[in-house]
């Protein structure tokens, strides 16, 4: 995987307005990668929200796919009064101002995975405190007994550095976005409650 060794700048872009929530994380390696997140529907209200990583060249392909879709729904609230422009041809997106300089001479990449599911009340303590406790007190990667639906979703990716220092990007906040963090108590909240893969060993698993 190109960012476990090669990357030499990176942005993070915010949403203007919010707490924190970000949009999108470049990095510049071999090539420019975008990291985002994907709202995978796997059942009946059950969704997942999972990391992805992709090149400008394949965000355009997916953009294109979607785009006739896309069309006919701002089309649909354009006749409802909206005032929804036309849209223009898709492009390769690209991040909205100069990269930083990366901060790590050499570094591990790890994947953070966490345990999504959907339990019944009928499954869980009746106090609503012990609920918490006992959600907490799961080893990671784990889900309650009784779970209807289960998904071991690849949340995060923590850079570390050789001297220690942290860089983590996960999906959470407001759906569908992302964190940012390079401090080691959100790094440790996060790791409290995932399994940790190496990147190679992931995007092997990936590949069989």
């Avoid at 929530?21 to 090539?31: G, L, M, N, P, T």
Wanted: glycine share 8%; charged share 20%.
């Amino acid at each position: 995987m190109a960012l476990s060794e090669a990357i030499t700048g990176f942005r993070v872009e915010e949403l203007p307005g919010s707490r924190g929530d970000v949009s999108a994380v470049w990095f510049q390696a071999d090539q420019l990668y975008l990291i985002s997140v994907d709202i995978l529907g796997l059942a009946f209200k059950f969704e997942v929200f999972t990391l992805t990583v992709k090149t400008p060249a394949e965000m355009l392909g997916i953009i294109q796919v979607n785009a006739p879709q896309m069309e006919k729904v701002w089309a649909e609230m354009r006749e409802a009064g909206l005032p929804i422009p036309p849209m223009g041809p898709p492009v390769e997106p690209a991040p909205a101002g100069e990269l930083a300089k990366w901060p790590f001479q050499s570094w591990r990449l790890d994947v953070l995975e966490r345990m999504e599911f959907i339990v019944g009340p009928e499954h869980l303590p009746e106090a609503g405190d012990s609920v918490e406790e006992y959600l907490q007190s799961l080893p990671a990667g784990v889900a309650p007994d009784g779970s209807e639906h289960t998904c071991l979703t690849a949340i995060g990716l923590l850079f570390t550095s050789d001297d220690g220092g942290r860089f983590l990007v996960v999906a959470d906040g407001m759906p569908g976005w992302m964190r940012v963090s390079n401090e080691e108590e959100v790094v440790q909240s996060y790791l409290r409650q995932s399994i940790v893969v190496p990147a190679a060993e992931y995007a092997t698993a990936l590949k069989s």
